[in-house]
């Protein structure tokens, strides 16, 4: 048995309330340690309890916000984290014009120091160290190329913009480009 479909219409409200919230927040018209309800959520968008929890529930695993009850739904995200995403893919695209592969490790880690952080997700940001190592391994092994790939800095600027326009999809999809673009380059021994 198929488990059960999701009315088109109710995705779409979702989808909608989603991007709207997540937006608002990058964009900082939500700002840090404002507070959301789910019945705020309901009357601002016209949805029901059900879709505002589970656009609720797709930020908080994002890190966007942190629901607890009797406190409500709290925004997390930050413009500052936003700014050093893209001052760090700046960086990286400065340094990879120039070969430069020290500077550009930098702030590839920085970036992903960020991104980690920023998902609010204790989980992925343990894993900080472990990401930054993998990064300055692929380098002092002689696994980058002497010009970092400018897809590949290109896809971390889509991130970037993804997280501060809080495009969820956008943001996924290009995090997954640079695994795949990663994995690619170590298949090819670059």
Do not use: K, W
Not at 139 to 162: C, K, S, Y
Request: proline content about 4%; charged content about 20%; some cysteine.
């Amino acid at each position: 048995m198929s488990p059960p479909q999701r009315p088109a219409a109710l995705a779409g409200r979702h989808a909608d309330v989603l991007d709207a919230l997540g937006g608002d927040i990058a964009a900082a018209r939500l700002a840090p340690g404002d507070v959301l309800t789910v019945e705020g959520i309901c009357a601002q968008y016209a949805v029901s309890r059900s879709v505002a929890r589970e656009a609720v529930r797709v930020l908080e695993a994002m890190g966007m916000v942190s629901a607890r009850r009797r406190v409500g739904v709290t925004v997390q995200a930050s413009a500052d984290q936003c700014r050093a995403l893209a001052a760090a893919v700046s960086d990286m695209q400065v340094h990879a014009r120039s070969g430069d592969l020290e500077p550009y490790l930098r702030a590839d880690q920085a970036f992903h120091q960020v991104l980690l952080e920023a998902s609010g997700n204790e989980m992925f940001a343990a894993l900080v160290d472990v990401v930054a190592e993998v990064l300055s391994g692929r380098t002092q092994h002689g696994m980058m190329p002497a010009r970092p790939n400018p897809e590949a800095v290109a896809l971390h600027d889509d991130v970037a913009r993804a997280v501060r326009l809080g495009d969820v999809a956008l943001a996924q999809a290009s995090m997954t480009s640079i695994i795949d673009e990663a994995a690619d380059a170590l298949a090819a021994g670059r």
